[in-house]
């Protein structure tokens, strides 16, 4: 029953190093109350769902991991994709720890809560949706909810050993979600498997009044077709997904599971992604740019944690966010701000504006080829805690695979494909990152059913 599931998972949370399990809070009597009632011929019927700390369900905090909000906002409504779940009966259970703001590839940019590997305590979990990833890889979730604006969902999958799915830009709502970069941003859900994947992306796809770049197209069944036959299907390997600071280890993973979808029946094609080389850069000028503008709500008066005593109303909004932001989202929101300024919007902004044409050019070009694209979701495993901190650079670098989906809108997942292994007896999961044509999640979830 779904009561039985949520004392499993009571169970299992206070059985693991509170570290790894993935939450920031968990209302199990409120989880418990809904369970009552649940209507088990629902497609989710009763199943738990966590919840990144970025979306909005009603009654709950929802804080982005950042002193700014939590403690001091909660919800009034439900997101559209937390209203879609319960009408199909599924119920939010916690809220997941992030990077503060989505910003972020460890969660160690979290302001409210420390969270870990798994598989490797001294490993972090990724990010920046690192707690769904922690939570669903150490079974303290059924599935969770992650957002993913340049691989968020992704990356933390890989990390964790577990199935998250990008959809395309507009496939889901991002009403409810707190916009990092809202041209990027989707909600995608994370899984312990590609059925799982399909079955939530069935209940959360499709247009919304309330989000104006949500797309009316239909949604198919997306468990429909994971029958396993690749016989003429054509898949993608881009080489410059494979060049230099690609792990030996994590190449031989892909490599071998390349040679798998070869063995269904897949033709091998290379493709070419020219432009790759200039996805991290051009992200981070898009990405920051927007979200300088979307994180100016945070001024202790429409949003966020008011700073005591201000002497003015200017000290009032400057000390809120003093107090309230963490280094990396100040960060972020210095670069985005100087690269919108009038003298070097030209320069930047727009530049990078023009290159994001290029990358949605160069997967058109590589899908008149092939059905979908494979290669690695991260250039290594999870990474070690705290080698990253002093360098948000090198941190950035890493996006290097996952941020393009992102900038060309297309579908994007990443699944279990193999381990390395670093230390004896600690396996590190390796990621499997699959590609398709916009709106064309099904293939995706055909090719990775089929491999899994
Ligand atoms: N790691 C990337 C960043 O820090 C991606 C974040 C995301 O997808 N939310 O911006």
Redesign the pocket.
Known sequence: TPADIINDIRKANEAADPRVTGYLSLDYDAALAEAENADLSLPLGGIPIAIKDNINVKGQGCGCASKLLTGGYTSPYDATVIAKLRAAGAIPLGRTNM?EF????TTENSATGETRNPWDIDRVPG??SGGSGAAVGARTAVAALG???????R?PAAFNGIVGLKPSYGRVSRYGLVA?ASSLDQIGPMTRSVEDAALMLNVMAGSDIQDSTSAQIDVPDYTAGLDGDLNGLRVGVPKEFFGEGLDADVKASVDAAIAKLEELGAEIVEVSLPHTEYAVAT?YII?TAEASANLARFDGVRYGNRAEDPADLLQLYTRTRELGFGEEVKRRILLGTYVLSSGYYDAYYLQAQKARTLFRRDFEAAFEKVDVIVGPTSPGPAFEAGSLTADPLQ??LA?IY??SA?LAGIPAMSQPCGFVEREAGKPLPVGLQLMAKPFDEQTLLKVGAAYE
């Not at 989505?102 to 590839?105: D, K, Q």
Request: proline fraction near 0%; charged fraction near 10%.
């Open positions: 990077d989505a910003m972020g590839s990010g920046s957002s993913d604006t340049g691989g968020s969902i990356q990092f992200y990405a941190m950035y996006d996952t941020i992102n």
